[in-house]
């Protein structure tokens, strides 16, 4: 055991390195290629690069591909190559979908469905749940995980071929999707990302599911590093293939290491917001108005996001201190997770 807890950290600190060494590389070929977006909530909402989670992606990739060499050539863990293969099989494709749609396909601006002025012209929202359905197959054509879930107030139950067909590519499309709605500041994607992955990572790995353990854990790591650079004020945007990434990184490694009533708890700041943005038919923009004392106000009278209910329409917080307390919140949500099940 003690060769697999060290196998993990040497894997997670070269995915961290990875990050921190190619994100600065990764912001000059993004400008470049006009690959930018506006920083929403500062004043003269500045142009930066986007699509951050190509550096978050290399990580975990060179992570994961780590781990596994070691497995193969030093340590020989006890892993299931298939489970690590197909995992990385799905996140590859969800962040192809990602990059897709953080493209500037017009170097213009343009006003999006839920009124925020953009940058870039990406993909159409009904193409998305279309795009991120295939990312599901390769984990369903090795069968990952476990039919049989205990249901609260119901007990095991047990779904059969139902799970690999018909659960499992849900799961994916839903939470690769919701993911992408609580964002848009500074710091707020790769932090809430990173709680996430680091307490379903501990969960699994006490558990022993190394698979799934492997993947979060290295995921936080990266996201860590990447949140030097993305942290208030940020020099670069997360994007579409960040929020993706985490998304489908998180439901992989919970469907792999079969931790789903666990991973729910964690996931609820998420779940929130769909309901919250479900009130305006997902048409409602999560970014606040910047004020003159720096703090921001909600666009809205009523409530279509969590950020709407702790900025208030008064301008209580900071972007930065909004911020601190979704992510106060989501650790509230972990740690309500491990008194309940661990």
């Given at each position: 055991m003690?060769g697999?807890?060290?196998g993990?950290?040497?894997?997670?600190?070269?995915?961290?390195?990875a990050?921190?060494?190619?994100?600065?590389?990764?912001?000059?070929?993004?400008?470049?290629?006009?690959?930018?977006?506006i920083?929403?909530?500062?004043?003269g909402?500045?142009?930066i690069?986007?699509?951050g989670?190509?550096?978050?992606?290399?990580?975990?990739?060179?992570?994961?591909?780590?781990?596994?060499?070691?497995?193969?050539?030093?340590?020989k863990?006890?892993v299931d190559?298939?489970?690590?293969?197909a995992?990385?099989?799905?996140i590859?494709?969800i962040?192809?979908?990602?990059?897709?749609?953080?493209?500037?396909v017009?170097?213009?601006?343009?006003?999006?469905?839920t009124?925020?002025?953009?940058?870039?012209?990406?993909?159409?929202?009904w193409?998305?749940?279309?795009?991120?359905?295939?990312a599901?197959?390769?984990?369903?054509?090795?069968?990952?995980?476990v039919?049989?879930?205990?249901?609260?107030?119901?007990?095991?139950v047990?779904?059969?071929?139902?799970?690999?067909?018909?659960?499992?590519?849900i799961?994916?499309v839903?939470?690769?999707?919701?993911?992408n709605?609580?964002?848009?500041?500074?710091?707020?994607e790769?932090?809430l990302?990173?709680?996430?992955?680091?307490?379903?990572?501990?969960?699994?790995?006490f558990?022993?599911?190394i698979?799934?353990?492997i993947?979060?854990?290295v995921?936080?790591?990266?996201?860590?590093?990447f949140?030097?650079?993305?942290?208030?004020?940020?020099?670069?945007?997360?994007?579409?293939s960040?929020?993706?990434?985490?998304?489908?990184?998180f439901?992989?490694?919970?469907?792999i290491?079969?931790?789903?009533m666990?991973a729910?708890?964690?996931y609820?700041?998420?779940?929130?917001?769909?309901?919250?943005?479900?009130?305006?038919?997902?048409?409602?923009?999560?970014?606040?108005?910047l004020?003159?004392?720096g703090?921001?106000?909600?666009?809205y009278?009523k409530?279509y996001?969590?950020t709407?209910?702790?900025?208030?329409?008064?301008?209580?917080?900071?972007?930065?201190?909004?911020?601190?307390?979704?992510?106060?919140?989501?650790?509230?949500?972990?740690?309500?997770?491990f008194?309940?099940?661990?």
């Amino acid at each position: 055991m003690f060769g697999m807890l060290e196998g993990i950290i040497v894997s997670c600190t070269i995915a961290f390195l990875a990050v921190i060494f190619v994100t600065p590389k990764l912001m000059k070929f993004l400008i470049g290629a006009n690959i930018i977006g506006i920083d929403q909530q500062k004043k003269g909402k500045p142009l930066i690069p986007s699509s951050g989670g190509l550096a978050v992606a290399f990580g975990l990739l060179a992570g994961l591909m780590l781990f596994i060499a070691m497995d193969v050539f030093i340590f020989k863990f006890d892993v299931d190559f298939n489970l690590l293969f197909a995992a990385s099989n799905t996140i590859l494709i969800i962040l192809l979908v990602g990059v897709l749609d953080d493209l500037n396909v017009k170097a213009t601006s343009r006003i999006a469905a839920t009124g925020t002025r953009e940058y870039r012209v990406g993909l159409k929202q009904w193409m998305k749940p279309l795009l991120t359905l295939p990312a599901a197959i390769p984990l369903m054509v090795i069968n990952a995980g476990v039919s049989q879930m205990v249901i609260p107030f119901i007990g095991p139950v047990d779904f059969g071929i139902i799970y690999p067909l018909i659960l499992i590519p849900i799961a994916v499309v839903v939470v690769s999707n919701v993911n992408n709605m609580l964002a848009g500041l500074n710091g707020l994607e790769a932090g809430l990302g990173f709680i996430a992955s680091l307490s379903v990572g501990v969960y699994a790995l006490f558990h022993g599911n190394i698979e799934g353990a492997i993947i979060v854990l290295v995921l936080a790591s990266s996201l860590l590093a990447f949140l030097k650079y993305n942290w208030f004020p940020a020099k670069i945007l997360p994007g579409d293939s960040l929020t993706y990434l985490i998304g489908v990184s998180f439901v992989t490694a919970v469907i792999i290491a079969n931790v789903e009533m666990f991973a729910v708890v964690v996931y609820m700041p998420w779940i929130i917001e769909a309901l919250l943005k479900l009130r305006k038919r997902f048409a409602a923009s999560s970014l606040g108005t910047l004020q003159k004392n720096g703090t921001l106000k909600s666009q809205y009278k009523k409530y279509y996001s969590l950020t709407h209910v702790i900025m208030g329409g008064k301008g209580r917080f900071t972007e930065k201190q909004v911020t601190s307390i979704i992510l106060l919140l989501e650790i509230v949500f972990c740690l309500l997770a491990f008194v309940l099940f661990f």
